[in-house]
């Protein structure tokens, strides 16, 4: 939430002094624009994750990883 708070007011207020008020590194928002980026566009990971999701919520987030395999 606070990265993107930075990034939508980046162009009307320095990234740094941003940071310091929000509690975040400068380090920290720069990571996350990286790893925003990076995120595969491949259409069966998305399918993956949906399908993680689902199974997810039908259990009401009480399985582990090992149960959903």
């Not at 990286?34 to 993680?52: A, L």
Request: proline content about 4%.
């Amino acid at each position: 939430m606070k990265y993107s708070f930075i990034t939508r007011h980046k162009n009307t207020y320095p990234i740094s002094l941003q940071c310091r008020i929000l509690g975040v590194t400068r380090n920290g928002y720069y990571s996350h624009e990286v790893r925003k980026n990076n995120r595969p566009d491949d259409p069966m990971h998305q399918e993956m994750i949906d399908w993680v999701k689902d199974i997810a919520e039908s259990s009401r987030y009480s399985y582990g990883s090992r149960r959903m395999k």
